[in-house]
């Protein structure tokens, strides 16, 4: 989706309502404008538990999915080929 927004004479572009629908942006809702090299911008929603302007590390995003799994010991080459077997076989 690609749209044209003319700044007024205070300096302020107002986003359309269609763009507002398309990021999930409600009032009062904060979004990101990230500046591009080249005279580009990236406009986007923030998230609410995100403080504004805050970039996040990889670290922060340690158990967004959940626990880890249970480890259990690897497969061995039986089970593997017994998997294999099966799966050829069209059984489940």
Do not use: C, H, Y
């Not at 979004?31 to 923030?46: F, K, N, W």
Request: glycine residues 10%; without cysteine; aromatic residues 2%.
């Amino acid at each position: 989706m690609s749209t044209t927004i003319k700044v007024n004479d205070q300096g302020e572009a107002v986003l359309p309502e269609d763009v507002l629908k398309q990021l999930g942006v409600k009032p009062g809702d904060v979004v990101e404008v990230e500046v591009l090299p080249e005279g580009r911008a990236i406009v986007r929603r923030s998230l609410p538990d995100q403080p504004v302007g805050k970039k996040r590390n990889i670290q922060e995003l340690f158990g967004i999915l959940g626990p880890p799994p249970i480890k259990r010991p690897p497969p061995t080459i039986e089970e593997i080929n017994e998997a294999i077997a099966k799966g050829w076989a069209g059984e489940p």
